[in-house]
C-alpha cells in the first residue's frame, strides 16, 4: 500500500501543493499587523478629520474677531478724518488698505452713502465694491460672502464710526465687542478681509498634518510587525513543542516563560506533556511486565503441552519433535544418538489385581527411576501406557546399554522395596544411529523396539538346567 503511495504521482504532487497553501494562509501574525495598522489608519484619519475640521473652525473664529478688532480700530482712526473731509478719509483709507489681508476698505456717512473707498491692488479683481451696506448684514458683525471665481470669500463687516470726546483706546467686553457705545453717530466704515491667506495656512496645516500622519502610518507598519511578532514568537515556540511531541519526542517542552495568557498557556501544555509522558512510562513498564508475564505463561504452557500428566516426563509428540531435531545434527556432524525403549513387564497383573490407582503408582515410579539415571542432555517421554522411551545424544552404546541395565536393576529394588505384593519386572530395549542405513529418524525407534521385542523374548525363554547321569 505504501509503495502504491509513493509511487502515485498525483499524491507526490499533493504533499508540495498542501505545503505552499500552508505558508500562503495568512497567519495570526500578519492578520494581527493588518489590525493594528487598520486600526492606525483609523484613527489617524479620524483625529486627522476632526482635527482639522476644530482647527479650521478656531482660525475662522479667530479671523473672525480680528475682522471686527480691525473694523472697529479704523472706526476709531476715522473718528477725527470726517471733520477733516473726504480727502483726508481717502488717504486713511489708502493707507489701511496696504494690508495683505484687506480687500476694500470704504467710509460712508450716517445715511450709507460712499464717502471714499479704496480697493487693494493685489485683489482689486476679486471683489467688486458696492456702495451702501451689504444686504442682510447686521452691523459690527462679519458676514461670510463669496464671489465668482473666489475660492475662500472674504469677510464683509460694517462698523459705526463715532466722535470720540477723549483719546481714550478702544475697549472690548468678553464677546469682543466694542464697549465704546457714547458719541454721536458720523458714519460707517465697511471693510472687506481676505480669507485665502487664511484657508492657504489651514491647507498648509493640514497637508503637515497629512505628511506627518502617513509618516506614522509608515512607522507603525514595521513597528506594528516587531511587536505582533514579539508578541507572537512565543506562540510559535509552542506549537513547534507541540509538533514534536505530537511526532512522538514527549520530552519536548515549550521553553517559555511570561506572565501573561500565553505563559500559562505554555505552562498547563508543560504540565500536560509531563502527565502525558509519565503516564506512558507507567503504560510502557506495565506493557513490558506483562509481556514478560505472557511470556512465561507461554513457556509454562508449552511445558505443559509437551509433559504427561500422570508421569511428569515428555509426551510422544514432544518426543518426535526433539528425536527429529537431534536426529538431523546426528547426522550433519556424525555424532553419535542413542535409543532406549522400556516397557514394564506384567503391569496388566498389577492392574488387575491391585486396581488402576496402584498400576499409575508403578508407573510414577518407573518414571522417576528413569529420571535420576539420565544426564541434563537426555530426553524421556512416555511413549504408550506402559511403554517409556529415551533418547540421548552423544553417547556409545555400550554407555547406553549400561545405562539401561542399571535403570532395570533399579526399578526392580526400588518395586520390591515399596510394593513387594507387585512382581512387576522391565524389559529394555537399546539402539544406535550407526546400526541405522536410512536417514529416516522413525527407523531409530523401530530398531530400539525391535531390540525391546528381543529382550521380552529372551527374558520368556525356560530356563534348562543340566542334569547329571545316575550311575
Do not use: W
Amino acid at each position: 500500500m505504501s509503495d502504491k503511495i509513493k509511487n502515485n504521482p498525483t499524491h507526490q504532487t499533493q504533499i508540495p501543493l498542501n505545503r505552499i497553501r500552508k505558508a500562503l494562509r495568512p497567519g495570526l501574525q500578519l492578520k494581527f499587523t493588518c489590525l493594528v495598522v487598520g486600526l492606525a489608519l483609523a484613527v489617524g484619519m479620524v483625529v486627522g478629520s476632526v482635527t482639522t475640521d476644530h482647527a479650521a473652525l478656531i482660525v475662522r473664529r479667530i479671523q473672525t474677531d480680528h475682522c471686527r478688532q480691525e473694523a472697529a480700530l479704523l472706526a476709531y482712526k476715522a473718528a477725527d478724518e470726517y471733520e477733516m473731509g473726504n480727502d483726508a478719509l481717502q488717504r486713511l483709507a489708502s493707507r489701511f488698505s496696504r494690508a495683505k489681508s484687506l480687500l476694500f476698505v470704504s467710509f460712508m456717512d450716517s445715511h450709507g452713502r460712499m464717502l471714499a473707498s479704496v480697493q487693494s491692488p493685489s485683489n482689486r479683481s476679486e471683489v467688486e465694491l458696492t456702495e451702501g451696506f451689504t444686504p442682510g448684514t447686521t452691523i459690527g458683525q462679519p458676514v461670510r460672502t463669496t464671489q465668482s471665481g473666489d475660492s475662500g470669500g472674504y469677510l464683509d463687516v460694517t462698523y459705526p464710526i463715532r466722535s470720540a470726546g477723549n483719546d481714550d483706546p478702544i475697549r472690548f467686553n468678553d464677546n469682543n465687542e466694542n464697549a465704546e457705545t457714547t458719541g454721536r453717530l458720523v458714519g460707517y466704515v465697511r471693510i472687506g478681509y481676505s480669507l485665502n491667506q487664511t484657508l492657504a495656512e489651514v491647507h498648509a496645516a493640514s497637508e503637515l498634518l497629512s505628511g506627518i500622519a502617513v509618516l506614522i502610518i509608515c512607522l507603525t507598519v514595521p513597528l506594528a510587525y516587531l511587536l505582533v511578532l514579539r508578541l507572537l514568537r512565543p506562540l510559535g515556540t509552542l506549537t513547534h513543542s507541540i509538533s514534536q511531541f505530537a511526532d512522538g519526542n514527549l520530552s519536548a517542552r515549550c521553553r517559555v516563560s511570561r506572565g501573561d495568557e500565553i505563559g500559562e498557556l505554555a505552562a498547563a501544555y508543560n504540565m500536560m506533556a509531563e502527565r502525558l509522558q509519565q503516564k506512558h512510562m507507567e503504560i510502557t513498564e506495565l506493557n513490558s511486565y506483562l509481556e514478560q508475564r505472557v511470556a512465561e505463561r507461554t513457556i509454562q504452557l508449552q511445558e505443559l503441552a509437551s509433559r504427561d500428566p500422570l508421569t511428569g516426563l515428555y509426551n510422544r509428540r514432544h518426543f518426535n519433535e526433539v528425536l527429529t531435531r537431534r536426529f538431523a545434527e546426528s547426522k550433519r556432524y556424525g555424532s553419535s544418538l542413542a535409543c532406549i525403549m522400556i516397557d514394564l513387564d506384567d503391569f496388566k497383573a498389577v492392574n488387575d489385581t491391585h486396581g488402576h490407582q496402584r498400576g499409575d503408582d508403578i508407573l510414577k515410579l518407573a518414571a522417576a527411576t528413569i529420571e535420576q539415571e539420565l544426564r541434563s542432555s537426555d530426553v524421556a517421554a512416555r511413549f504408550g501406557g506402559d511403554e517409556f522411551i529415551v533418547l540421548m545424544p552423544n553417547i556409545e552404546m555400550e554407555h547406553a546399554k549400561g545405562l539401561a541395565q542399571r535403570i532395570s536393576q533399579r526399578f526392580v529394588e526400588v518395586v520390591s522395596i515399596q510394593y513387594p505384593d507387585c512382581p512387576v519386572g522391565i524389559s529394555v530395549g537399546t539402539a544406535g544411529i550407526s546400526e541405522l542405513t536410512s536417514d529416516n529418524p522413525d527407523d531409530l525407534v523401530r530398531l530400539a523396539d525391535l531390540s525391546l521385542y528381543d529382550s521380552k523374548r529372551e527374558a520368556k525363554k525356560p530356563v534348562v538346567q543340566d542334569t547329571l547321569p545316575t550311575a
